[in-house]
């Protein structure tokens, strides 16, 4: 192979063409859905720091009936939150990885939610419905899986 190939001859050849650039009015359009799926995503993960700072707090001042459970759920909590910013950012920056565990953790929310409606807690599961069922809603728009398709590059993966 001659060195002065470019990168998409060589792609053209083997039958890998790589998708269009994005016009400036699709970039335009679906950048404000992808900046909106990214902040449920981080308000999601604040959430989740909030509540695992809440069962610290209930540690600290002794009101905790099991201290090791409240920790190891605070705990989870605090991982869970990395992973939805983890997942965030790689939104924010078009890797399509990120859609499925983001979704995953949208129908949990809503499941959860739907379970808890009926009980005493209905107006928070209620909330937490209406949060799921926006991040699951935007995260399946055609611009935002447009956006996050990628080039199919192994940096996408």
Do not use: K, N
Not at 36 to 42: E, G, I, K, N, P
Not at 97 to 105: D, E, K, L, N
Not at 108 to 136: F, H, R
């Amino acid at each position: 192979m001659c060195s002065s190939h470019s990168r998409d001859d060589t792609a053209a050849r083997v039958g890998v063409v790589p998708p269009p650039a994005p016009s400036s009015a699709l970039s335009r359009r679906r950048r404000p859905l992808v900046v909106a799926v990214c902040a449920v995503v981080v308000f999601e993960a604040a959430l989740l720091v909030g509540v695992a700072g809440g069962y610290l707090v209930s540690i600290a001042r002794g009101s905790s009936e099991a201290p090791g459970t409240a920790a190891g759920i605070a705990a989870f909590g605090v991982v869970l939150a990395a992973a939805l910013l983890c997942c965030a950012l790689a939104l924010w920056r078009g890797r399509r990885w990120a859609r499925g565990p983001v979704f995953t953790w949208q129908a949990l929310q809503g499941a959860t939610a739907v379970s808890l409606l009926s009980g005493e807690q209905w107006p928070t599961a209620l909330a937490v419905l209406i949060v799921a069922l926006t991040g699951a809603v935007l995260l399946l728009l055609p611009p935002v899986v447009t956006a996050t398709t990628g080039s199919g590059s192994a940096e996408d993966l």
